[in-house]
């Protein structure tokens, strides 16, 4: 049974900073390639990408509202972290990490199969 689980949230004041994991779990990595990647959702608002990493090449992308203070890294075999700097109040969201199995697509439009539940980022202004 695949499960992701995200650890992290909290609350933190704007120009803070955060750092999100997840661990992954029941994934075969030895037999396949993924890519893990963040989501976020405001209320009220669709689900929106946020970064991605595949874990064979190491290649990432990362939406324009978050480049240059998000980043997305391996700590290990099973985690992925995204490193959260110069938050913003607009940051403020469920963020959710997710995989899928890496056919060398768009890191940010390809199919994710699997999803954690979440953890709340909230950023105070």
């Known amino acids: 049974q695949v499960q992701l689980a995200e650890s992290g949230g909290g609350l933190v004041q704007t120009g803070g900073s955060l750092r999100l994991s997840c661990a992954a779990s029941?994934?075969?990595?030895?037999?396949?390639?993924?890519?893990m990647a963040w989501f976020r959702q405001a209320p009220a608002k669709e689900r929106e990408f946020v970064a991605a990493?595949?874990?064979?090449?190491?290649?990432t992308t990362s939406a324009d509202s978050v480049k240059g203070r998000f980043t997305i890294f391996r700590d290990n075999r099973n985690v992925v972290t995204l490193q959260m700097n110069s938050l913003k109040p607009e940051d403020t969201a469920a963020y959710f990490c997710?995989?899928?199995?890496?056919?060398?697509?768009?890191?940010?439009?390809?199919?994710?199969?699997?999803w954690g539940q979440g953890t709340q980022v909230t950023v105070s202004s």
């Open positions: 997710a995989a899928g199995l890496d056919y060398g697509g768009n890191l940010q439009f390809m199919s994710y199969q699997h």
């Open positions: 029941g994934l075969s990595f030895s037999r396949n390639s993924y890519v």
């Open positions: 990493i595949s874990r064979s090449n190491g290649r």
